[in-house]
């Protein structure tokens, strides 16, 4: 009796009662943040929402649909039909800009780097006048230099086309030249080009495979680079056949706009209970072992309660604010519509087009 009584005393001295527990001080905290920021992102939110009704304006995703009624410079179209397809148009072109600064920047920095390692006194020195140069003069102080070079050139004109005519173009907007630019039809092509690329990585491995094998050259890079092109070259011909995808994605376009948002939110609520339930029921299989359940500690308990929480939250979210999934709804049917229309059936034409930007299209005012 006593040795009960003291064991029992024992494990109420080593537990330190709720309030100097570390482990509850540090959710509790995370919690008071987290419902913080949310308590305020509402408000804010709630206020813009209010101030936009009474001006007359609306806060929603139908301008994803409707004519945007402007031209873009560049693109794969100039002409956007819907506010999708232009930001579409406008992710396109920063992933082009992001892709060929990040070319250059990589091709310059080893340029450079080995310069800078160098025998020759000539290389060395100027690699590094251009480093220290550009490492100790401000950022903006070489934008202000080079846009100050960009706007002394002549004006973009149809007249003014450049030293070399349609290849090379310089102007106050920039400098460009000629390159490879998609048409409508090269949403077509490229199911065929990727497809070629996983016939060339087969004859590769069949290749190298056969090398291993035999000890004979094969040349497996070589035939993998050849069956990528000669699928490609069939592609560029056979490329209106992908035009029978246009069902599919106005097919899928169809079904998604026939079920009710209610009916999204009680799949998302499912789905969420569902997800929360399996990680609960995850996380705690990994404190299992042949000799029983590990113990949890509080901090174990913790994450379990706060990923019930979570779950259950979301699903009462989507399930008192349909509007939200509504809203999403619209917009995932409208962006299988818009690649619906880029599938219309047979359509025919070159899936690239080498152009020089500015000249051809309705980039002059």
Same mark, same amino acid.
């Given at each position: 009796?006593?040795?009960?009584?003291?064991?029992?005393?024992?494990? +109420?001295?080593?537990?330190?009662?709720? %309030?100097?527990?570390?482990?509850?001080?540090?959710?509790?905290?995370?919690?008071?943040?987290?419902?913080?920021?949310?308590?305020?992102?509402?408000?804010?939110?709630?206020?813009?929402?209010?101030?936009?009704?009474?001006?007359?304006?609306?806060? +929603?995703?139908?301008?994803? &649909?409707?004519?945007?009624?402007?031209?873009?410079?560049?693109?794969?179209?100039?002409?956007?039909?819907? /506010?999708?397809?232009?930001?579409?148009?406008?992710?396109?072109?920063?992933?082009?800009?992001?892709?060929?600064?990040?070319?250059?920047?990589?091709? !310059? /920095?080893?340029?450079?780097?080995?310069?800078?390692?160098?025998?020759?006194?000539?290389?060395?020195?100027?690699?590094?006048?251009?480093?220290?140069?550009?490492?100790?003069?401000?950022?903006?102080?070489?934008?202000?230099?080079?846009?100050?070079?960009?706007?002394?050139?002549?004006?973009?004109? *149809?007249?003014?086309? &450049? *030293?070399?005519?349609? %290849?090379?173009?310089?102007?106050?907007?920039?400098?460009?030249?000629?390159?490879?630019? &998609?048409?409508?039809?090269?949403?077509? %092509?490229?199911?065929?080009?990727?497809?070629?690329?996983?016939?060339?990585?087969?004859?590769?491995?069949?290749?190298? +495979?056969?090398?291993?094998?035999?000890?004979?050259?094969?040349?497996?890079?070589?035939?993998?680079?050849?069956?990528?092109?000669?699928?490609?070259?069939? &592609?560029?011909?056979?490329?209106?056949?992908? /035009?029978?995808?246009?069902?599919?994605?106005?097919?899928?376009?169809?079904?998604?706009?026939?079920?009710?948002?209610?009916?999204?939110?009680?799949?998302?609520?499912?789905?969420?209970?569902?997800?929360?339930?399996? %990680?609960?029921?995850?996380? !705690?299989?990994?404190?299992?072992? *042949?000799?029983?359940?590990?113990?949890?500690?509080?901090? +174990?308990?913790?994450?379990?309660?706060?990923? /019930?929480?979570?779950?259950?939250?979301?699903?009462?979210?989507?399930?008192?604010?349909?509007?939200?999934?509504?809203?999403?709804?619209?917009?995932?049917?409208?962006?299988?519509?818009?690649?619906?229309?880029?599938?219309?059936?047979?359509?025919?034409?070159? *899936?690239?087009?080498?152009?020089?930007?500015?000249?051809?299209?309705?980039?002059?005012?």
């Amino acid at each position: 009796m006593t040795s009960d009584t003291d064991d029992r005393i024992t494990a +109420d001295q080593g537990r330190p009662p709720i %309030w100097r527990n570390g482990t509850f001080l540090k959710w509790a905290a995370q919690i008071v943040v987290l419902a913080t920021l949310l308590v305020a992102a509402w408000i804010v939110i709630s206020t813009a929402l209010r101030n936009l009704e009474a001006q007359g304006l609306s806060f +929603d995703w139908d301008f994803l &649909g409707d004519p945007v009624g402007f031209s873009i410079g560049e693109g794969f179209t100039q002409q956007p039909e819907t /506010g999708l397809e232009a930001l579409l148009v406008g992710a396109v072109n920063s992933l082009r800009v992001i892709g060929v600064g990040l070319l250059l920047a990589l091709v !310059l /920095g080893v340029v450079m780097g080995i310069a800078r390692l160098s025998s020759n006194w000539l290389v060395n020195r100027t690699a590094q006048i251009y480093v220290e140069s550009i490492r100790n003069v401000p950022l903006l102080l070489q934008m202000i230099f080079w846009n100050v070079i960009f706007i002394s050139f002549a004006p973009l004109d *149809p007249a003014n086309l &450049g *030293p070399i005519e349609d %290849w090379f173009l310089v102007s106050a907007k920039g400098v460009s030249f000629a390159f490879i630019f &998609g048409t409508e039809t090269v949403w077509q %092509w490229l199911v065929f080009f990727v497809l070629a690329l996983w016939v060339g990585r087969i004859v590769y491995k069949r290749r190298f +495979d056969r090398f291993e094998e035999t000890g004979h050259e094969t040349r497996p890079i070589l035939f993998g680079l050849l069956a990528v092109v000669a699928v490609a070259i069939i &592609g560029w011909f056979a490329h209106p056949v992908a /035009g029978a995808f246009e069902w599919v994605f106005h097919g899928i376009a169809t079904a998604l706009d026939a079920v009710p948002p209610i009916g999204w939110s009680i799949v998302i609520a499912v789905a969420a209970v569902l997800l929360g339930a399996w %990680w609960i029921r995850r996380f !705690l299989n990994s404190f299992r072992t *042949p000799a029983g359940m590990a113990k949890l500690t509080d901090d +174990d308990w913790f994450r379990v309660a706060f990923a /019930g929480v979570v779950a259950v939250g979301v699903a009462a979210f989507v399930l008192f604010f349909p509007g939200v999934i509504e809203a999403g709804q619209n917009v995932i049917v409208g962006l299988f519509d818009w690649i619906g229309d880029r599938y219309e059936w047979l359509r025919t034409g070159a *899936p690239l087009d080498f152009r020089q930007p500015g000249v051809t299209g309705d980039r002059f005012p």
